[in-house]
């Protein structure tokens, strides 16, 4: 499928939905829509993933593409009424619109019938299955070994590194799957259960449905993580995942440098041995798993050297294997998870 992705004056720091996709989904990107950046290349800006030009609106974009992705998610999930114009432009021409945010464009009214109008479909990503209902404590019970990330704050890289676990295991030989529980996930991965939206008596529940679903055709299930157990806002979904998903397995992600958490400056984050604590301490009387790894994101850090450094400092906190999965490979954290 040929898509464009809308991340207008927030690519790349601050579009991780348009950066999943360039990574890791089987899309065609013909062109990232970004008002601030156009004229540039996405290789400009983010290395080893797909390169596109990119553009200042739905004008500048091919005719063939076939969907339109909301490729940024702003804190609370709202719609920007300064990217209407691009959204009713792809609309208009017929294509589908894939969207990541607590606004259902599906909902919209003047959405709703240009797509009727024109043929497009809306796929509202972060709406929730109707089945779901509370969960049964039973994700355990799956054949498969069940891996959480887990994080110091929102935006470290979680989705990132259940990614890439799950490429290494493969490659590794292991038939090891993804449970996507947040928008970016399932986008890349076609299915999943956005757990931000869930009712939150159905938070665990929604995590141990994928579970049950996919836990006795693979022999590694890596869950998507969402937030972290001390973020003011965030912590009741981190905590609905971690219980859900029964896990054996915890992998902490970090980004290097950062001292705040993002977009609550003031609360600091923790040493990294109390978020060890916190998150086996908390898991343990509904299944317990250890901590055996870690997940750094040095995009911050200039040069290899000194981003081997950050993680080896990582890795002493934390006391075990840690790597970037994007910088370097992901083999020691996979030993040490399987």
Same mark, same amino acid.
Request: glycine share 8%.
């Given at each position: 499928m040929r898509v464009a992705l809308l991340a207008h004056e927030q690519f790349p720091d601050r579009a991780k939905t348009a950066q999943g996709i360039l990574r890791y989904a089987d899309y065609d990107?013909?062109?990232?829509?970004?008002?601030?950046?156009?004229?540039?290349?996405?290789a400009e800006h983010v290395t080893d993933v797909q390169d596109a030009p990119i553009v200042a609106g739905m004008d500048d974009v091919d005719e063939?593409?076939?969907?339109?992705? /909301?490729? /940024?998610?702003?804190?609370?999930?709202?719609?920007?009424?300064?990217?209407?114009?691009?959204?009713?432009?792809?609309?208009?021409?017929?294509?589908?619109?894939?969207s990541g945010l607590h606004y259902f464009l599906a909902e919209d009214e003047a959405f709703d019938a240009l797509a009727d109008e024109h043929g497009g479909?809306?796929?509202?990503?972060?709406?929730?299955?109707?089945?779901?209902?509370?969960?049964?404590?039973?994700a355990a019970d799956v054949d498969a070994k069940i891996v959480c990330t887990v994080g110091t704050d929102?935006?470290?890289?979680?989705?990132?590194?259940?990614?890439?676990?799950v490429e290494a295991a493969r490659e590794a030989g292991h038939d090891a799957a993804v449970i996507p529980t947040g928008q970016t996930g399932i986008v890349v991965e076609g299915w999943g259960?956005?757990?931000?939206?869930?009712?939150?008596?159905?938070?665990?529940?929604?995590? !141990?449905?994928?579970?049950? !679903?996919?836990?006795?055709?693979?022999?590694?299930?890596?869950? !998507?993580?969402?937030?972290? /157990?001390?973020?003011?806002?965030?912590?009741?979904?981190?905590?609905? /995942?971690?219980?859900?998903?029964?896990?054996?397995?915890?992998?902490?992600?970090? !980004?290097a440098g950062r001292e705040r958490i993002h977009g609550y400056e003031s609360f600091a984050l923790q040493p990294i041995p109390t978020y060890v604590?916190?998150?086996?301490?908390?898991?343990?009387?509904?299944?317990?798993?250890?901590?055996v790894a870690g997940m750094l994101n040095?995009?911050?850090?200039?040069?290899?050297?000194?981003?081997?450094?950050?993680?080896?400092?990582?890795?002493?906190e934390l006391g075990g294997p840690a790597t970037d999965p994007i910088r370097f490979d992901a083999a020691e954290v996979l030993e040490a998870i399987v």
């Open positions: 990107v013909v062109a990232v829509l970004d008002r601030a950046s156009a004229g540039d290349r996405v063939s593409i076939d969907a339109l992705v /909301i490729g /940024i998610a702003p804190i609370g999930g709202g719609f920007e009424e300064s990217w209407r114009p691009d959204v009713r432009a792809a609309l208009e021409r017929g294509c589908d619109v894939v479909e809306i796929w509202d990503v972060r709406q929730p299955p109707e089945n779901l209902t509370v969960s049964e404590g039973v929102c935006s470290v890289g979680k989705m990132t590194a259940t990614m890439e676990l259960n956005p757990v931000d939206r869930v009712i939150s008596d159905f938070t665990a529940g929604a995590v !141990e449905q994928m579970i049950l !679903e996919k836990g006795d055709d693979h022999d590694l299930l890596v869950v !998507e993580g969402q937030g972290s /157990i001390v973020h003011p806002a965030y912590s009741a979904v981190t905590c609905g /995942i971690l219980h859900g998903a029964m896990a054996d397995r915890l992998v902490l992600c970090h !980004e604590d916190l998150y086996e301490s908390l898991a343990a009387p509904v299944n317990e798993a250890e901590v040095t995009r911050s850090v200039d040069g290899d050297d000194a981003a081997r450094e950050a993680i080896d400092a990582f890795a002493n």
